[in-house]
């Protein structure tokens, strides 16, 4: 069944996908395959998909094809079953069980359709004691105790709602890429697969190292705990200095990230501060035990930054170029960020119903390789006659010869990683739970995130897991020529320096591809590769301000301007800080893409598409994450947003204490309204009032629908609460306490009974406990590797590459490479 293309056609042209899912998460999968040239049919129910009716549906359903089946109706599901069988790929975010009541479950269309792909998305995954709660956002945020851990944002005591998909998007990102490595898979073998993922694993991508932490904490209870960020309104270590977040004169917000020391240093100097290293009571800096040390420390940064206007500090940077304090960012405001004017990530796309829809283009741009080709979303069911009329395909046999099955979908290919920290790095460790050998690159005192924190090693070791490390310094001719030889037999190369970096270094694509014309080039750097922020430090924060997550997380809350005295600065930053990093965060959200975008090209390679190059940024991939508020046009309807309290979107989907704790609640159709009523003590009333007497009325009337709601909420136990609606079928969850790496890896927790923890190695550590890979394949094996030390493959790499023990040594001896 696998069908080709070429250097001069779209990536994905001939490859059909059926999208059975009305979720953010399907919609932003299936988005990617329309983007790179696949026919996208969208079956959506009478009435069309309520998709529709959110701001960004013609962003999400560019490209498609819309039919309408009734999937309640045999002849019409006859017709989607149909459209599935003549597929490649077909994608549905149902609860576990549902696929199979309608007979469109993989095992009901494999045997007449050998080679298809079939990926499935749910809440909490298809083991465990959550697997038939409805899936939805908010109810896996609060189940995992990521709401509580956001205590602090809101205005009020108790946990907080955060805007961001911080589940939906990375799930969208971990079944598109695992539906692209299962095809790459099936273009030898011939033979399709399940994908399973969960929003619930896609939680857990953010997390770049409290899971280790937590180890060593549980290990090593005596000697190392676990510190929140700050207490008691206070940072609590040095970690919020680095990451500063002020308060300008003319008032806006600025955000900091100097988390390397020599970066941090760069930033006293520009603050004209740097004396205080040399000062028996500053020499510390920014780590101070004492509390008042630390406020005081911390009111004179917030002072320094106070004393210029937003155009002064600019001027700075310009003069400090590893000095770099991001505008925080509301909506769209990003499109007017002159990187992204730069790079040309946004397109406007004529639509027939709206006008002009200005919008982010693809996830990863093609910087060599054929265009792509936006198009307008469908009207409903305008592809009706077209998809009813046209021939079914028929499949070819199996071939007897084709790949066994248990081995990795990227067996065999070699990824190459040129980069540090988490946004790039984890993305190719995605690669390599795939079954890819992935050979980091690394300096010779190894990549600054391994010694993040106190205890050595633990920062890193998440990215680090899967792969093989040489330490080389690639600013020697020595250490150049061993990456050169490492290209030789590479597929792909990841790249995340800053702009221009790879060109001085001279392991640009130009140079790489000169060595080996078959290499996929991915670069994937904070800003660009180029332009007027491309040099510039860019870290989690510094972008989640720029491309306005923390402003869709907490923007009812936060106050801009520059009469906000010093106590509601403090207070706001830290708000700030929860709302940028405190759950989810820009590292999180752009590792997933990218790992996305090297499957893509991967794919596009195998399927005869050259050797592309492409980009992806952090700001595009968080622009993308935040898409529900990333639409313009004329008319548009307002996204979801919170409440000024950050409990949640609507009375129906929404925080409520109980008379012992905190539950969230989703039931926010008219059927869950209808099982709630009917559950809840007092629903009786609720469902006579009426004010609530139609979902029209309900939606008008949602301030006082939440407030009789909160009343007989009060009335009971959170516990009780979860059970009695759960009997009912309706979605409501303990708001569980974090940390949220807690509520995956402990013994009885829900990731733990839901299987996924597995045991690996570590030189550090010998056996630990490390999340099993995050995407579920039926024919195909994955791997959860361990994580390893700095240069711990060095020898036997060079080895492979026949260099002698002789040569080796002197390599080591001259400083070119550290073993």
Excluded at 409 to 422: A, D, I, M, N
Excluded at 779 to 785: F, H
Aim: with cysteine; proline share 6%; aromatic share 8%.
């Amino acid at each position: 069944m696998a069908t080709t293309t070429s250097a001069e056609t779209a990536f994905l042209e001939g490859l059909r996908v059926v999208d059975f899912s009305n979720t953010l998460t399907g919609t932003q999968a299936t988005q990617v395959f329309a983007d790179f040239g696949a026919e996208v049919v969208h079956v959506e129910p009478p009435g069309g998909s309520p998709l529709r009716t959110q701001a960004a549906y013609p962003f999400w359903a560019r490209g498609k094809k819309s039919i309408v089946l009734d999937l309640g109706d045999d002849t019409d599901r006859a017709t989607a079953r149909g459209l599935a069988v003549d597929a490649d790929v077909v994608v549905e975010t149902w609860r576990p069980g549902v696929a199979e009541r309608l007979g469109l479950a993989y095992d009901d269309l494999v045997a007449d359709n050998p080679g298809l792909v079939f990926g499935s998305v749910s809440g909490f995954g298809r083991r465990g004691p959550m697997r038939d709660v409805r899936g939805y956002e908010g109810i896996v945020m609060a189940k995992m105790g990521a709401l509580k851990t956001l205590a602090g944002m809101a205005p009020r005591p108790g946990p907080a709602f955060p805007s961001a998909p911080y589940c939906s998007y990375p799930a969208s990102q971990l079944v598109a890429q695992g539906v692209l490595a299962a095809l790459y898979e099936r273009e030898h073998s011939g033979v399709g697969q399940r994908v399973d993922t969960s929003l619930m694993q896609g939680l857990s991508v953010h997390d770049t190292f409290n899971w280790h932490a937590r180890i060593i904490a549980k290990r090593y209870s005596a000697g190392f705990t676990q510190a929140p960020l700050e207490q008691d309104g206070v940072p609590s270590g040095g970690l919020s200095f680095r990451l500063l977040i002020a308060l300008t004169k003319d008032g806006r917000w600025l955000q900091f990230s100097q988390t390397a020391q020599r970066l941090f240093e760069a930033m006293m100097t520009a603050f004209d501060l740097y004396w205080m290293f040399d000062d028996p009571k500053w020499a510390s800096a920014p780590e101070f035990d004492d509390v008042a040390t630390r406020v005081e420390f911390w009111e004179t940064l917030l002072g320094v930054v106070r004393s210029k206007t937003t155009a002064e500090w600019l001027e700075v940077f310009d003069a400090h170029p590893n000095v770099w304090g991001e505008m925080f960012r509301k909506g769209t405001e990003v499109f007017d960020h002159p990187q992204v004017k730069f790079n040309g990530s946004v397109t406007t796309i004529d639509d027939p119903e709206r006008g002009d829809v200005v919008q982010p283009g693809p996830i990863a741009q093609i910087l060599e390789g054929p265009p792509v080709d936006l198009r307008r979303a469908p009207l409903p069911d305008e592809h009706r006659a077209e998809l009813r009329a046209r021939p079914r395909r028929v499949h070819a046999p199996v071939a007897a010869d084709g790949a066994p099955a248990g081995l990795p979908p990227l067996h065999g290919v070699t990824v190459l990683e040129l980069g540090t920290y988490y946004a790039a790095p984890f993305g190719a460790t995605l690669l390599a739970q795939y079954g890819a050998r992935v050979i980091k690159i690394e300096q010779l005192d190894g990549d600054p995130m391994r010694n993040m924190l106190p205890f050595p090693e633990i920062a890193g070791m998440k990215a680090l897991e899967g792969k093989e490390s040489i330490a080389v310094d690639i600013h020697t001719e020595a250490g150049r020529d061993i990456v050169l030889e490492l290209v030789k037999d590479a597929d792909i190369v990841l790249q995340s320096f800053r702009a221009g970096v790879a060109d001085r270094l001279r392991l640009d694509a130009d140079s790489l591809q000169a060595v080996n014309p078959e290499l996929v080039y991915v670069s994937s750097p904070g800003y660009g590769v180029g332009g007027p922020c491309g040099h510039r430090p860019a870290f989690a924060p510094t972008i989640g301000a720029g491309a306005g997550l923390a402003f869709r997380n907490a923007g009812s809350v936060i106050r801009e301007g520059a009469d906000l005295d010093v106590a509601e600065v403090k207070r706001s930053a830290m708000q700030l800080a929860k709302a940028v990093m405190g759950v989810g965060n820009s590292d999180g959200l752009s590792s997933v893409t990218v790992g996305t975008a090297l499957c893509l090209g991967l794919l596009a390679h195998r399927r005869g598409a050259g050797a592309p190059r492409l980009l992806t940024t952090m700001m595009n991939s968080t622009a993308h994450a935040l898409s529900e508020t990333m639409v313009t046009y004329a008319g548009q309807p307002e996204p979801p947003m919170s409440d000024p309290e950050l409990r949640g979107f609507s009375a129906r989907y929404r925080l409520y204490e109980t008379a012992d704790d905190w539950v969230f609640l989703a039931a926010p159709t008219e059927h869950e309204w209808n099982a709630l009523t009917g559950a809840l003590l007092g629903g009786r009333a609720l469902a006579d009032d009426p004010r609530f007497a139609t979902e029209a009325l309900r939606v008008a009337n949602d301030e006082a629908l939440a407030t009789a709601l909160a009343a007989i909420f009060a009335g009971g136990n959170a516990d009780e609460w979860e059970r009695s609606l759960g009997a009912a079928d309706v979605a409501c969850v303990v708001a569980a306490d974090g940390p949220v790496e807690a509520n995956f890896m402990d013994e009885g927790s829900v990731g733990e009974r839901a299987g996924l923890v597995t045991m690996t190695n570590n030189p550090t550590l010998d056996d630990y406990e490390r999340l099993t890979p995050l995407v579920d394949l039926s024919r195909s094996a994955t791997v959860a590797g361990g994580s390893v030390l700095c240069g711990q493959q060095t020898r036997p790499i060079l080895t492979e590459l026949g260099y002698d023990e002789t040569r080796i040594a002197a390599l080591a001896a001259d400083g070119v490479i550290g073993l």
